[in-house]
């Protein structure tokens, strides 16, 4: 059982939330009955209905709603996370054994470098045993901390680099890797709601290799954020440089794994792979028909975004394009999808 204080915030919540006229997916999905089974429920590590929905419950413009505060709430409360994360993902059924397929095989986009301005994967991981950020106390994000650093630090060839803790940061480092668009910055409303932002900047801390196309975020908004990236379209160089970390990490850091799920991350739309393949992509012509690059985009499961990430322009016509789907296809499908839908863009860019 809850206790009472929680109880009445709960009960507070899921009015406000039952009231308004919010679109996310968290007010389609939690009704009455849901709501009162779920909400006297608890995981191993204390947490409750109200850490997995008060961000929205708040925030009545989010398009989702919901958060995981640790791996069981997957479990415990899927009575409201199953229908969410189906309709989201347009998925129900098993996600497969992970699957980086051949790294080979991905080639330069754009050898000419017409259009894509820079490249990126990246994916999230969380550290087994832990809760994710809501539950966290101070002394495990320190904790995972010296773990991340310890283990980035044997970490060698291209990938070899070094690890900025955020706490006693000096001012230049931090404006250097603001500049280089490397530094994130404390949590958005969405998250500091959720509980996402507590002790910061405590046990918070970016690593980067020595040719700045590899860096490690470490307790941002999941665990671990691992990310390749170069200037350029040669998708094959930045996935290969991901995989063979993500492959290095995983023999020092065992990470949260669901059988049905995949990789557990804080936020059940970035579940699965949690790969996220994109590009920065200059198409003038195209973006002067926007339903056509979103019709373009649609057909290969691409998400288009502005320059800066979700809900921004684009800036000189440079778009944030990438994989939709996390969920119930495996890593190198993930990735293929985004391969296949630029090449469609650049041949439709260039016929124009």
């Excluded at 992970?98 to 000419?112: A, E, H, K, L, Y």
């Excluded at 006693?168 to 931090?174: D, H, P």
């Excluded at 920065?280 to 028909?289: E, Q």
């Excluded at 190198?332 to 016929?351: H, P, R, T």
Aim: aromatic letters at 10%; glycine letters at 8%.
């Amino acid at each position: 059982m809850v206790d009472a204080a929680t109880a009445e915030k709960l009960e507070a919540a899921y009015a406000k939330l039952a009231a308004s006229d919010s679109k996310s997916l968290l007010k389609k999905h939690l009704s009455q009955a849901i709501f009162d089974n779920l909400k006297n429920k608890k995981t191993s590590f204390g947490s409750t209905l109200l850490d997995c929905i008060q961000s929205g419950c708040e925030n009545l413009d989010s398009g989702f709603g919901i958060y995981a505060p640790d791996a069981e709430a997957y479990s415990v409360f899927a009575e409201i996370f199953d229908p969410m994360i189906a309709d989201y993902h347009g998925f129900k059924g098993e996600h497969p054994p992970r699957d980086f397929g051949d790294v080979d095989s991905f080639t330069n986009v754009d050898p000419t470098g017409e259009f894509v301005v820079s490249t990126r994967v990246r994916c999230g991981r969380s550290m087994d045993g832990y809760p994710f950020n809501p539950c966290l106390t101070e002394d495990q994000y320190k904790e995972m901390e010296q773990k991340v650093s310890t283990t980035l630090s044997g970490l060698e060839g291209e990938l070899k680099g070094k690890f900025y803790p955020l706490t006693g940061m000096e001012k230049a480092v931090q404006q250097q890797l603001i500049d280089d668009h490397f530094l994130f910055k404390e949590g958005d409303r969405f998250l500091q709601t959720a509980n996402a932002c507590r002790y910061w900047p405590s046990g918070r801390g970016i690593y980067h290799n020595d040719n700045k196309t590899f860096l490690v975020w470490c307790n941002e908004e999941d665990h671990l954020r691992i990310i390749s990236m170069q200037m350029g379209g040669d998708l094959g160089q930045v996935y290969k440089r991901l995989v063979t970390a993500v492959n290095e990490i995983e023999k020092r850091i065992p990470f949260s794994h669901h059988d049905r799920l995949g990789f557990l991350t804080f936020c059940p739309t970035n579940l699965g792979t949690t790969i996220r393949a994109s590009v920065h992509i200059k198409v003038p012509k195209l973006a002067k028909d926007y339903s056509k690059l979103e019709e373009v985009a649609g057909k290969y499961n691409l998400q288009v975004r502005g320059t800066t990430g979700e809900h921004t322009e684009a800036v000189g016509g440079i778009y944030d394009i990438s994989n939709k789907r996390r969920l119930g296809l495996t890593e190198y499908q993930a990735v293929k999808e985004m391969y296949d839908g630029i090449a469609e863009l650049i041949k439709i860019e260039k016929s124009l």
